[in-house]
């Protein structure tokens, strides 16, 4: 087991290489056994805690193996913040990737419960979350929430099939250097604009961490992106000339949002050179 350092310090996580116990969950992520809704929330608002829905799921055969919880300024807030949870099948283990479902929810009104299909790529310890086109569903605080959710999760398992072949199809897709270029510089675009430029070149998020990510092919060059964009740690220069490096992605909103629209490129691509 390891503190994961991809939502530091804003938002503490913990991710594991076995399903975490309540007690181990409860140390990072104490929203989602909060005891009753933000004070905040109607009488319209049906409050089912975060841990029976994840005890429902476990009865299904889902292990929890990562949790987060946003980091709020507001105490008042920080028993019922936005955490997220991220789930395998037992079916759903394989030798280079693992499945994921990833459980969004919140108990302050910010969120619904909302479960998307991600993937856990075991060469680089990170995660990814597949396009706006699998398993986005969401449940809203009314009515049996639990069993809403338990059908959701199923639901998404019926993506993964998809999600792997658009995998498959990013690995046997050889791009060209100036197309790498152009998937490096789009995605720059997603975190940068001109009122706060990036402080490093599309070429150097194209940069391999391991040996495994060299190649030409549009999912190696999909995994270096993500990679260096989401975990930082890049040096670059300020618009002032002041020498920085680049942060991590950190919480959960951010996170999700980049992870998606990243892959949403990728398959993109691998849609117009099919």
Request: proline share 4%; charged share 30%; glycine share 8%.
């Amino acid at each position: 087991m390891e503190l994961s350092s991809r939502f530091a310090s804003r938002s503490p996580a913990l991710r594991s290489a076995r399903p975490l116990t309540d007690d181990e969950i409860a140390r990072v992520a104490p929203s989602i056994f909060a005891a009753e809704p933000h004070g905040s929330r109607s009488e319209r608002y049906t409050y089912i805690p975060t841990i029976d829905v994840l005890r429902g799921l476990r009865k299904e055969g889902f292990e929890p193996f990562m949790v987060v919880q946003t980091r709020v300024r507001n105490e008042d807030k920080r028993e019922h913040t936005k955490h997220m949870i991220r789930l395998r099948h037992a079916d759903q283990i394989n030798g280079r990737e693992a499945n994921e479902i990833i459980l969004l929810n919140s108990h302050d009104g910010s969120s619904a419960y909302q479960m998307l299909a991600g993937m856990f790529r075991f060469v680089c310890q990170n995660g990814m979350v597949c396009g706006d086109t699998l398993g986005d569903f969401r449940v809203p605080h009314k009515g049996d929430v639990i069993g809403q959710v338990i059908e959701g999760a199923f639901s998404v398992l019926d993506t993964f099939e998809l999600a792997a072949t658009q995998r498959e199809g990013m690995e046997a897709l050889r791009l060209t250097d100036g197309e790498q270029g152009a998937f490096a510089r789009a995605a720059l675009a997603l975190k940068y604009d001109d009122e706060t430029p990036a402080p490093i070149a599309a070429d150097q998020l194209l940069q391999s961490r391991r040996y495994e990510d060299r190649g030409p092919d549009l999912w190696s060059t999909f995994n270096r992106v993500q990679e260096n964009m989401t975990k930082g740690g890049i040096s670059g220069r300020t618009r002032n000339g002041r020498h920085t490096r680049t942060r991590p992605v950190n919480g959960i909103d951010q996170s999700v949002k980049i992870n998606r629209a990243l892959w949403v490129l990728a398959d993109e691509l691998r849609r117009l050179r099919a």
